[in-house]
């Protein structure tokens, strides 16, 4: 086996209003949040298909599936979590991951930090190998006319040998 997989991830979620925006782990303040079966944090989803597509382990949908009740409004926190224990099991450790939030508004910068150092944290990684970047569409698209929120994730493992 290969001592480095680099995986990347894509998720998206529609928006709609009343319901509570997550991302990368924090709660955004937002008149609108993701519909979805778990809590709805298209960052974190992303970021563990971009892991679990490094080590050729399918998709979030395979080990946490959205037609299962054990999953209804889970936080995604712990499907990251649950994530990285299939990773380790496999020898590998995060080396990086890269995140790219494409939102139309709200603007995301007060919470970049919070959502770095919550995923670094949960990965078991320093927050200098966490990149979380937020840009808009320029009022493009579905996320431009802010029906829904899309993330990109690219995630670089190495074979742990301690």
Same mark, same amino acid.
């Given at each position: 086996?290969?001592?480095?997989? #680099? ?11 009343? $319901? ?12 609108? !949040?993701? #519909?979805?079966?778990? @809590?709805? @944090?298209? *960052? ?7 892991? $679990?597509?490094? $080590?050729? &382990?399918?998709? #979030? !949908? ?9 999953? /209804? ?12 224990? &299939?990773?380790? !099991? ?9 995140? %790219? #939030? ?6 995301? *910068? ?5 959502? /770095?150092? %919550?995923?670094?944290?949960?990965? !078991? ?9 937020? %840009?808009?569409?320029?009022? &493009? ?17 190495? /074979? @742990?040998? /301690?």
């Amino acid at each position: 086996m290969e001592d480095f997989r #680099i995986g990347n991830g894509y998720d998206v979620h529609a928006l709609a209003p009343g $319901l509570t925006l997550m991302l990368g782990g924090v709660k955004i303040e937002s008149p609108v !949040g993701c #519909i979805a079966h778990s @809590d709805g @944090d298209v *960052a974190i989803h992303a970021l563990c298909d971009a892991l $679990l597509g490094a $080590l050729a &382990l399918g998709d #979030i !949908g395979k080990h946490f599936p959205d037609s299962s009740d054990e999953f /209804r409004g889970i936080d995604s926190k712990i499907l990251l979590s649950g994530t990285m224990d &299939l990773v380790k !099991g496999q020898g590998y450790a995060v080396g990086n991951a890269d995140i %790219t #939030i494409a939102l139309q508004a709200p603007k995301l *910068a007060p919470y970049i930090q919070t959502m /770095r150092e %919550t995923l670094a944290g949960i990965m !078991g990684v320093s927050v200098s190998a966490v990149s979380v970047k937020a %840009t808009t569409t320029e009022r &493009l698209g579905f996320v431009g006319r802010g029906e829904g929120c899309e993330v990109y994730a690219v995630a670089l493992l190495y /074979r @742990d040998s /301690r």
